[in-house]
T-cell receptor, first 115, second 112 residues
Framework: DAGVIQSPRHEVTEMGQEVTLRCKPI?????LFWYRQTMMRGLELLIY????????DSGMPEDRFSAKMPNASFSTLKIQPSEPRDSAVYFC?????????????FGSGTRLTVV | GESVGLHLPTLSVQEGDNSIINCAYS??????FIWYKQESGKGPQFIID?????DKRQGQRVTVLLNKTVKHLSLQIAATQPGDSAVYFC???????????FGQGTTLQVKP
């Protein structure tokens, strides 16, 4: 199993540009989570999906952020327009069932730098 | 408000010694707790979990203790090795939602 796959690993973009982060969850997992990690705020849950449906997006910072999960094997997190304060490492995680963290696997993350 | 916090930001131990990493949580409704290990440049990796109906759980070289009375969680690592050097996070899930709230993390440094 290749685990949770995120792309790109690194992204450097200019302020105002659109950024799209991608995630492929583990096959068979039905929950997908997007987290953001910064030194100041630690790991923050942005949004999570269950069976491709967004369940809780209360962690999404503002309207510039949006996430989609068009099918069970793919999700995107989009920031438009991007700002320097969005610079962080963005993690995607998937699990077999809600609350079963032994199946809660993180990807390697996308390091985003907005200049 | 609800929060999960770690007592010590950095823990330095000698190789071979035992390590204890502590975590406090504030949501008494939380019923599931997890410890994660994060190495530089990688995502958090599951170590061990415990449900609120237990007060102790053991894995390979790791033990998690849960004290619900004082809302405290600890991770014990036996015979700490250089490969254990990482940031350790506790996380909690209330209501079996799968929505984990993470603490700020403790850096474990293992001296050879």
């Amino acid at each position: 199993d290749a685990g949770v796959i995120q792309s790109p690993r690194h992204e450097v973009t200019e302020m105002g540009q659109e950024v799209t982060l991608r995630c492929k969850p583990i096959s068979g997992h039905n929950s997908l989570f997007w987290y953001r990690q910064t030194m100041m705020r630690g790991l923050e849950l942005l949004i999570y999906f269950n069976n491709n449906v967004p369940i809780d997006d209360s962690g999404m910072p503002e309207d510039r952020f949006s996430a989609k999960m068009p099918n069970a094997s793919f999700s995107t997190l989009k920031i438009q327009p991007s700002e320097p304060r969005d610079s962080a490492v963005y993690f995607c995680a998937s699990s077999l069932a809600g609350g079963q963290a032994d199946g809660y696997t993180f990807g390697s993350g996308t390091r985003l730098t907005v200049v | 408000g609800e929060s999960v916090g770690l007592h010590l930001p950095t823990l330095s131990v000698q190789e071979g010694d035992n390590s204890i990493i502590n975590c406090a949580y504030s949501n008494s409704a939380s019923d599931y707790f997890i410890w994660y290990k994060q190495e530089s440049g990688k995502g958090p990796q599951f170590i061990i979990d415990i449900r609120s109906n237990m007060d102790k759980r053991q894995g390979q070289r790791v033990t998690v203790l849960l004290n619900k009375t004082v809302k405290h969680l600890s991770l014990q690592i036996a015979a700490t090795q250089p490969g254990d050097s990482a940031v350790y996070f506790c996380a909690e899930d209330s209501g079996n939602t799968g929505k984990l709230i993470f603490g700020q993390g403790t850096t474990l440094q293992v001296k050879p």
